[in-house]
């Protein structure tokens, strides 16, 4: 079992459409990072979190220490947000050394 | 005949983490340049070695970034410790000589969380 699962691996939706990526891990962490990571390559990091949650624009990050899940909302989907998105944990156990998700592919249709 | 290789290709740490890249330049090539690119602009020079000898190295932040070439073949870069404005492309690219044709490789894309 993968110390950090997403869900889904890949998720298609028509534009405007309310979007949520899950992020479960096993272990406990120190922090959470949210990424979207574009055709050729380019990551951008959306969000990190320790507790509770935050906005930036169309997009919602939140975190539950207790149950081991963050979820990444998009509301108003629209065909730019068509990307891979990727849950990153640092661990209490491995210092700074980022685990990553396997990344969920959404696919925004206009 | 192999090009300029780099690796690795893809790298994302978080900042005040260290970071290397590796260059293994075309074979017979004396001089080895190391380029910073950021999004939207052109490479910047950060290094550039003569076989072993770093011959301009006036654009290297040398209080975190660090090279060597201790062999005059493979190089190194070193970032210690990374900051978030370092994310870019890390370009290595080799030359017959100064001024002479360079070969690029295909970069190592750094991204500091």
């Known amino acids: 079992k993968n110390e950090v699962e997403q869900s889904p691996q890949n998720l298609t939706a028509q534009e405007g459409e309310f979007i949520t990526i899950n992020c479960s891990y096993s272990?406990?962490?120190?922090?959470l990072h949210w990424l979207q990571q574009h055709p050729g390559g380019g990551i951008v990091s959306l969000f990190m979190?320790?507790?509770g949650k935050k906005k930036h624009g169309r997009l919602i990050a939140t975190i539950n220490i207790q149950e081991k899940h963050s979820s990444l909302h998009i509301t108003a989907s629209h065909p730019r947000d068509s990307a891979v998105y990727i849950c990153a944990v640092r661990l209490e156990t491995s210092g700074s050394r980022l685990t990553f998700g396997e990344g969920t592919q959404l696919t925004v249709n206009p | 005949e192999a090009g300029v290789v780099q690796s690795p290709r893809y790298k994302i740490i978080e900042k005040k983490q260290p970071v290397a890249f590796w260059c293994n330049p075309i074979s017979g090539h004396n001089t080895l340049y190391w380029y910073l690119q950021n999004l939207g602009q052109g490479p910047e020079l950060l290094i550039r070695y003569e076989n072993e000898e770093a011959v301009d190295d006036s654009q290297l932040p040398k209080d975190r970034f660090s090279a060597e070439r201790l062999k005059g073949v493979d190089s190194t870069l070193k970032i210690q410790p990374a900051e978030l404005g370092d994310s870019a492309v890390y370009l290595c690219?080799?030359?017959?000589?100064?001024?002479?044709?360079?070969?690029f490789g295909p970069g190592t894309r750094l991204t500091v969380l």
């Open positions: 690219a080799s030359s017959l000589g100064f001024g002479t044709t360079q070969y």
């Open positions: 272990v406990g962490i120190s922090a």
């Open positions: 979190l320790s507790s």
